[in-house]
């Protein structure tokens, strides 16, 4: 019992990583319509921003996490502008065609650099260490993410469903010309929710430096599983994709315990039985 | 009609010998094929750099100023084997390629394999671990060069066990290499009166280890043997540390380990690890040498590791046995023959042979990795603690159920 307690915390560490990530993914597509394949590729550029901050400018990991979202999302928001705007209206699958170019040849170019095995990055003095919970051993870094991305997380739900500026958002989805009409820039809203989108992704690859290791592939390794998260959430649903992803985290835990051969199919796995059952996703509703 | 006949004659003659001497000229075209990981998780101990030794040990070989054509070429594996066995088919029937080397991962390698031994090629693995190759799924045109399971189980695994780590726990990487691995070593720890208390499978290419390490915690064995290699080594050292395993009295046993990954991790939580390799750049003049030219050449600096220096070496003893077969290097079997009829010697693993089931036998090395304060360079990782000769570190001929042997 106690090692299940374990596996559950341990499990939903992973899921906070998911739930950052399908966020950032489903705000892009609620807001845009785009599947952005780019997100894993831009995921690890976040840590690699860290990396760099600390490595070459001496700059602690506090201020990663709010640098590294920002550096990464003005990139983000530069791809926006340059070329996914010119996609506007066609099919999804240029959009996903455009990024999946876009995440290969970004992690080409670090591949080139910097090699498969990657790099290390150490966690902060302030989080190193561990606490006794009886159960297990948790290391104070994991906690910390766990509850840094759920504020986050729940900070961009608010902002988007409860605020003004979100309501903007929604409703430029909906009918731009509309919300044009009432002076409103809507293609600058759209370029910088892209970035936030970004911005959210950078973020989850600075809290996972310290854990898993800087390399250019960290990303293509998770995005296909945050793809599953989104598609079970529900594609484009907040809140769906937030409690979705700390819902799989915690069955992928419990999955390495019972049958860890399965651990990285079971996602996939659920995402057939969910697509068979309910199409549009657990809180997607129909377009 | 008589002297035209005659002329004729001479003329066809004459035709002939042009014929044989192009053919003559043709058999010292030779094809080499790097096949790797060029870009997962295995692609900095192997892949580019694999190739590059490759295309030195051609350079140094000197058979280009004898007449000798040597192209090298390079492909993907991705880890999955049905790619490497399309690949090397690909090779041999429409490339001409004769020889594959490297080909890391164990999976990918028992498949290939299968397949040079069909084309009857010539097959010099260097980068995947698995004991089968030269043991029950040994073939008369292979030569395993660098490692492998059993040395690997007989030299770190030995060690640990001997100095009181009678108690182990397995996390193992759930294909062929693992399970190769954690079946040699757990041979050796109940051979040494230690037992085997438990163990997770866990897949290829795992991120997250914090699951299986607390599994591992709770087991309360002496040692976690880490029966994985490249991203998923380097990934469960670092976790362990991060939930404080070590701190806790247990010991890791990193079965595999390779200069690319302690680079990953860092001396800060590497430090101490105990493991065996039979190359290290620093180990004298010779591989100090060897190694400048090649990290000039890589990307990143880096030095080879023992997998890139494996190829490079293998690669040189085989173009001396073609060298002294004169020609005609299409015939696998026969290479292979000459190869293993010829003592080894390089600069990068010394002396050794080749045994009749494609075993190379040379010392194996036990490495400490240094602490930070330890370390004078960017590559400067290891200390050696000892040293085991070839025939003590790889399977004796008499536990091998080569069928090659049974002849």
Known sequence: MQALYAQLLVGLINGSFYALLSLGLAVIFGMLNIINFAHGALYMMGAFVAYFLLNLGGISYWWALLLAPIIVGVFGMILERTMLQWLTGLDHLYGLLLTFGIALIVQGVFQNYFGSSGLPYAIPDQLKGGMNLGFMFLPIYRGWVVVFSLVICLATWFL???????AYLRAATENPTLVRAFGINVPRMITLTYGLGVGLAALAGVLSAPINQVRPLMGA????????????????????????????????????????EASNTVVFVLMVLVLLVKPTGLTGRAA | MKTK????????????????????????????????????LYADLGGPGSTLAAQMAVEDSGLAAKGWKIDIVSGDHQNKPDIGTAIARQWFDVDKVDTIVDVPNSGVALAVNNVIKEKNGVYINSGAATSDLTNAQCSPNTVHWTYDTYMLAHTTGQALVKAGGDSWFFLTADYAFGAALERDTTAVITANGGKVVGGVKHPLNTPDFSSFLLQAQA?????????????????TIKQAAEFGIVKGGQKLAALLLFLTDVKAIGLETAQGLNFTET?????????????????EKMKNNAPPTMVQAGVYAGVRHYLKALEALGGNPHDGVKVVEKMKSMPTEDDLFGKGQIQPNGRTIHSAYLFEVKKPSESKGPWDFYKLVGTVPGDQAFTPLSESKCALLKK
């Open chain 2, 219 to 235: 087991s309360k064995a002496k040692i976690i043997g880490l029966a994985n290699a490249g991203g998923d080594t380097t990934n």
């Open chain 2, 279 to 295: 190359f290290y750049w620093d180990m004298n003049d010779q591989t100090r040498a060897f190694s400048k030219r090649f990290a």
């Open chain 1, 221 to 260: 390794d998770l995005i296909i599983v945050v793809f599953a998260v989104v598609v079970i959430g529900g594609m484009g649903s907040i809140m769906g994709s937030i409690i979705t992803g700390f819902a799989l985290g915690v069955i992928e835990g419990l999955t390495k315990y019972f049958y860890p």
């Open chain 2, 5 to 40: 006949s005659i002329a004729s004659f001479l003329l066809g003659t004459a035709l002939t010998f042009t014929a044989t001497g192009v053919a003559f000229a043709q058999d010292k075209t030779v094809k080499i094929g790097a096949l790797s990981d060029q870009s997962g």
């Open chain 1, 160 to 166: 988007i469903e409860k605020t003004r500026l979100g």
